[in-house]
């Protein structure tokens, strides 16, 4: 095994334990987690064609940022 001089070797250790410091469990395991007021409106009954309106809170309780690529109705 070789040797490595005493300096690096402690630069090699303190490098390491600060990089652990980064991976933390709460850092690893972050992400984001999405949440809604309601999780359906009921319009009632519309006539075809009538445009009915509805209103939706989308909120992040997590602590990543939510990126929504994407809404289609269901």
Excluded: H, Y
């Excluded at 001089?5 to 980064?22: H, Q």
């Excluded at 809604?36 to 009954?45: H, I, P, Q, R």
Aim: hydrophobic share 45%; aromatic share 8%; charged share 20%.
């Amino acid at each position: 095994m070789p040797k490595f001089p005493r300096s690096l070797f402690s630069v090699i250790v303190t490098g390491m334990a600060a990089f652990g410091l980064l991976l933390t469990p709460s850092v690893l395991l972050a992400q984001p987690k999405i949440a809604f007021e309601k999780e359906a409106v009921n319009f009632g009954k519309a006539v075809s064609g009538t445009v009915v309106e509805g209103k939706f809170i989308i909120m992040n309780k997590g602590d990543q940022p939510l990126e929504i690529e994407e809404l289609r109705p269901g």
